[in-house]
T-cell receptor
Framework: NAGVTQTPKFQVLKTGQSMTLQCAQDMNHNSMYWYRQDPGMGLRLIYYSASEGTTDKGEVPNGYNVSRLNKREFSLRLESAAPSQTSVYFCASSEYRGRSNEKLFFGSGTQLSVL | GESVGLHLPTLSVQEGDNSIINCAYSNSASDYFIWYKQESGKGPQFIID?????DKRQGQRVTVLLNKTVKHLSLQIAATQPGDSAVYFC??????????FGSGTQLTVLP
């Protein structure tokens, strides 16, 4: 029962470095999401992919890019990391094509620190 | 824009007591509500959801109540156990908007 798997679990970057966060789900879900979680704040949507081949911006997309590689995988890329991107990143998936009224299944998160 | 908030950032309850965690929302067009539990170092875990055509829904030891008149949502946990200690988030969506999450309530279960 893997569900949603994220790699890496921890990462430290220097300002200006780039990296890609990987996410894969094995539930045959159509939609996938990237959220960030900052202390004292709720989860904020960065990007989502309602179905394979589509991506859309969420609430806080600046500084990020995404790729829906196939139905299983959805990656998040930081081209030039900034300290403001220090956060915990969560990937999630849901069954239907971007319907807003259904539950999301989350991965265990990536703790990212940008120095 | 809409907001989703919680009345209290922390809540402490005695083991065995019932817990009530509250949530307010501001968008009258919201039609789907959901509660998540997040333990330290883990991702959010689905607890229960409710649609706007209902005012109450029960799960195993949990009940969600929805009052659309005052835009209020609550999560009740019966016979709270140490394993219930976590941060609880409410979230809402509607009109093709993606889920908007509240900032969370830290529930601590006292022995």
């Amino acid at each position: 029962n893997a569900g949603v798997t994220q790699t890496p679990k921890f990462q430290v970057l220097k300002t200006g470095q780039s990296m890609t966060l990987q996410c894969a789900q094995d539930m045959n879900h159509n939609s996938m999401y990237w959220y960030r979680q900052d202390p004292g704040m709720g989860l904020r949507l960065i990007y989502y992919s309602a179905s394979e081949g589509t991506t859309d911006k969420g609430e806080v997309p600046n500084g990020y890019n995404v790729s829906r590689l196939n139905k299983r995988e959805f990656s998040l890329r930081l081209e030039s990391a900034a300290p403001s991107q220090t956060s915990v990143y969560f990937c999630a998936s849901s069954e239907y094509r971007g319907r807003s009224n259904e539950k999301l299944f989350f991965g265990s998160g990536t703790q990212l620190s940008v120095l | 824009g809409e907001s989703v908030g919680l009345h209290l950032p922390t809540l402490s309850v005695q083991e065995g007591d019932n817990s009530i965690i509250n949530c307010a929302y501001s968008n009258s067009a919201s039609d789907y509500f959901i509660w998540y539990k997040q333990e330290s170092g883990k991702g959010p875990q689905f607890i229960i959801d409710i649609r706007s055509n209902m005012d109450k829904r029960q799960g195993q030891r949990v009940t969600v109540l929805l009052n659309k008149t005052v835009k209020h949502l609550s999560l009740q946990i019966a016979a709270t156990q140490p394993g219930d200690s976590a941060v609880y988030f409410c979230a809402e969506s509607g009109s093709a908007r993606q889920l908007t999450f509240g900032s969370g309530t830290q529930l601590t279960v006292l022995p």
